[in-house]
């Protein structure tokens, strides 16, 4: 697989900006040829849901005459989306997918004629059982994606005569790109080991995703209902602005007044508040992060890294880092894979995701 050139276009549509990534995998190095961040229009996407088919249809016209198109995948982001791991004896993998349905049916919210379920096999290992005897385990990771999700999005492509060959979530774009064939993220340690146990947080526009890995390999996810819109809306009050206003200043500002000893008082009142927010949405995120450590079995995280367009914001890295006492890294690069014509490294966070869909598993 690694040997061959195929080229891969992801498309990743998210609340407030849209992406797609066009790449190929070889030798063990992603090779982005062109990508493309559009604004989401006003209202058109919820929560990975498409909610104006005619504003996302004109969005995909426009990445299609602009971009280079590859083998299509479609990237869904949506706290609707239900992710699971399951340790089953050892089956045969027709049999271990019946079970994952089975357990799967009864977590989801609806019906499970109303979702398309997958699984795939995470690990294998051995447990001993109350008679002291060994046996043969397998992890299962689960997905449960509500149906009509995915066929709203199936019929907007086809309607631009684009067939999509791949689905993918997420959390498990964000996986492969730790331990699927190309290793993007930087592990390295300071005492010269590799982080197994991390965090992966994705701080968007509406939600806050976070997937965690126990030695690298999925053992959560969780969809927080908290983002960067909250940081938007409290300059939007502060400062008098329409939330288009607002969102532009935080995308100009460097957030300075953060680390300012003295403040004046307008600054005085927007760090008041920004922090507030940052301090809600770092507890909310610790939580989970303590659940963690308290289930795991080395009882710790080796490393925090933050990806997604919220992440941009100057000095939330930082902050986390400073709150949770875990070492956080903001990614603005990547190992193992080349831009042709790399923008800006602030486009990287957005970009994240829709690499990590580009690789397939082994």
């Not at 190929?24 to 849901?49: C, F, K, M, S």
Request: some cysteine; proline content about 3%; overall charge negative.
């Amino acid at each position: 697989m690694l040997g061959k050139k195929q080229s891969v276009t992801v498309f990743d549509f998210g609340s407030k900006n849209s992406k797609m990534v066009t790449a190929t995998l070889r030798d063990r190095e992603i090779q982005v040829e062109g990508y493309q961040i559009l604004p989401t229009p006003d209202g058109a996407i919820d929560n990975g849901n498409v909610t104006d088919p005619e504003a996302v249809g004109k969005m995909v016209d426009t990445f299609l005459k602009h971009g280079k198109l590859g083998e299509a995948r479609l990237l869904l982001s949506s706290s609707d989306v239900v992710i699971r791991t399951f340790d089953l004896p050892k089956m045969e993998m027709n049999e271990l997918k019946e079970a994952v349905k089975y357990e799967m049916s009864v977590l989801l919210p609806d019906r499970m004629e109303n979702y398309i379920v997958d699984s795939s096999l995470v690990d294998e290992f051995v447990r001993q059982n109350e008679d002291g005897e060994e046996v043969m385990m397998n992890t299962m990771q689960g997905v449960a994606v509500p149906k009509n999700m995915v066929y709203e999005y199936l019929e907007i492509f086809n309607r631009n005569n684009v067939e999509i060959e791949v689905v993918d979530v997420q959390s498990n774009a964000l996986i492969k790109l730790v331990n699927g064939p190309v290793t993007c993220f930087d592990l390295r340690l300071p005492d010269g080991g590799e982080a197994k146990d991390i965090a992966i947080i994705d701080l968007g526009n509406q939600k806050t995703g976070i997937t965690l890995l126990e030695n690298q390999k999925l053992f959560l996810q969780r969809s927080l209902a908290v983002g960067g819109r909250d940081i938007t809306k409290i300059i939007s009050e502060a400062l008098d602005m329409s939330m288009d206003e607002a969102e532009e200043w935080k995308r100009n500002n460097d957030f300075a007044f953060l680390r300012k000893e003295e403040l004046n008082e307008v600054e005085k009142m927007l760090y008041d508040q920004i922090t507030n927010v940052l301090y809600d949405i770092t507890m909310e995120i610790n939580q989970v992060l303590e659940f963690f450590i308290s289930m795991s079995k080395q009882k710790k995280l080796d490393r925090i890294f933050l990806v997604g367009g919220g992440s941009c914001i100057p000095g939330v890295g930082e902050y986390i880092q400073r709150y949770t006492n875990i070492p956080t890294v903001w990614v603005d690069r990547l190992v193992n894979v080349a831009f042709k014509d790399l923008k800006s490294n602030n486009h990287v966070p957005f970009l994240v995701d829709a690499i990590g869909a580009v690789v397939r598993r082994v």
